[in-house]
Each structure stands twice: as C-alpha cells, then as structure tokens.
C-alpha cells in the first residue's frame, strides 16, 4: 500500500455520516474517509451480521470492540478480538469474509 500525498488530517469519526451496507444478515455501518485510491473506515457489525460476498481486497484491519469471524474461502477461520489485527494484500491470499455473533467495531485501510 502506498499512500497517496495528502496534508496531515485529523478525523473525529463521530462527525463522518454513516452509509448502511446490509449483509446476508445483519448490516454493517460504515464512516468512510477517502483520500484518493486510499479508504479508511471505522466500521460496525450489528450483531449476527454475516458479509453477503467473499472478498479479494486487501486490508489492515484492526478490531476495536467486540469479536470478529473471520473465514477465508479455503476453510481457514480465525477469531480477532479487540486488539488484533489482520493483514492482506490484494488478491494475497484465499478470499475472505467477515461475521460475528455479538456486533464488533473495526478500523480499516485498504
């Protein structure tokens, strides 16, 4: 990831309008901040939300509050609490999706 030029940027996320984005089950909200080819995101997971697609996009991900499922399309699964992160590049690994059982709040870049 490179990141694109841009002047020093202070976001108070609470300001950012939410956009819904409605999964199999459940909906994700999304505060987005987009500088060029570059998204930030804080994100949260309503409760038994469960992603409607398989994803190639890569990511840092960084789990703020609760528990994130995390399923790749080869079987693999890992659980993130708050704390932990996870990292893939574009098309770096099998695709992956998201759902958790109890809501989670996310800050992403890709």
Known sequence: MKLPTSP???TDWSQVAPTVH???TGQALWRTLNIG???VRMVEYSPGYL????CDRGHVLYVLQ?????????GRRFKLTPGMSYQVSD???AAHRS???TGATLFIVD
């Open 66 to 74: 609760g528990e994130l499922d995390t399923e790749l399309r080869d």
């Open 8 to 10: 020093f940027t202070v």
């Open 91 to 93: 098309f770096g690994d």
């Open 22 to 24: 409605p999964g199999e």
């Open 99 to 101: 759902s958790t059982a």
């Open 37 to 39: 080819d570059l998204r």
């Open 51 to 54: 992603a409607d697609h398989w």
